[in-house]
């Protein structure tokens, strides 16, 4: 009886895991100088990023379930502090003794201890070299910048820009097309947001992309807006801008 509980638990656990695979969209691949970089959007604004033996959890949230089938991450990157990009649980339940965990000070300021002591904290404009990957701060912030009750205050969160083997990539996390996001230059792969009111809306977004122009975007962030509309913008102001449309919301009906 006993045998034939644990494998009916282990049909079960497989058929989950299977589901939540089913689920994603489709890993993408980018080549680089060290390899090929694997690009897996999850949900909302987590994703990651997979070189080698280098993983990259971007803002991981939901829990554990939702990286089932997938390596544990070397390092862990987040943005700001909002439950959407900052969940301490999530992070408990999937990082390793090894997981380098990127952060914001508003951020490490709530890790457990344990955590804060080894976390690499990063202002904007910081830069730091993990596993042979240069990771930059870059400010994400809310329009106009003196507004009191900005749910993005400059200075709080990093959006950041990753060189991986040749190639830039930006996280946006939550802003607006600010300045900075503009003059961003010699971007290969950009994630940039849009859902109002916390961020941007899609012609806002739009008109940030075709400023700074990266080889490839991918909206993410984008829960309630019209990505079509958003590729038809930016297909519209520069057709050399690869719009990449995936399924960031797999679970929606």
């Known amino acids: 009886m006993r045998s034939l509980i644990r494998l009916f638990t282990c049909l079960l656990l497989a058929a989950c895991i299977t589901n ?5 969209a489709e890993p993408d691949q980018l080549t680089t100088s ?22 990259i959890y971007v803002d991981p949230t939901g829990g554990a379930d939702n990286f089932k089938g997938l ?15 900052f969940d301490p649980k999530t992070i408990a339940a999937i990082k390793t003794a090894s997981t380098k965990i990127i952060v ?37 912030y809310n329009l106009p910048v003196d507004n009191p009750n900005s749910r993005h205050t400059k200075g709080r ?10 190639k830039n990539i930006y996280l946006s996390g939550d ?47 984008y829960r309630g807006q019209d990505t079509n509309e958003f590729k038809r913008l930016v297909d519209a102001g520069n057709a050399g801008i690869e719009v990449r449309l995936r399924n960031w919301y797999p679970s929606a009906k």
């Not at 694997?38 to 280098?54: D, F, K, S, Y």
């Not at 990093?158 to 083997?165: E, P, Q």
Request: aromatic residues 4%.
């Open 20 to 24: 939540v695979q089913a689920q994603r």
């Open 71 to 85: 390596p544990s991450p070397t390092m862990i990157l987040v943005t700001d502090i909002h439950g959407d990009h």
């Open 34 to 55: 060290k390899g090929s970089l694997t690009i897996q959007p999850i949900t909302h604004a987590t994703l990651v990023l997979r070189i080698g033996n280098t993983v």
């Open 104 to 140: 914001p000070q508003v951020c490490a300021d709530q890790l457990p201890a344990e955590d804060k002591a080894k976390a690499v904290v990063l202002h904007n404009g910081d830069k730091s070299t993990q596993e042979g990957i240069s990771i930059t701060a870059i400010p994400m």
């Open 175 to 221: 802003t607006q097309g600010i300045p900075e996001m503009r003059a961003l230059k010699n971007i290969d792969v950009a994630f940039v947001c849009m859902n109002l009111p916390f961020t941007m809306d899609v012609k806002e977004a739009a008109d940030a992309v075709l400023a700074f122009k990266p080889k490839i975007v991918y909206p993410y962030h």
């Open 157 to 166: 969160g990093n959006g950041y820009v990753l060189n991986i083997g040749g």
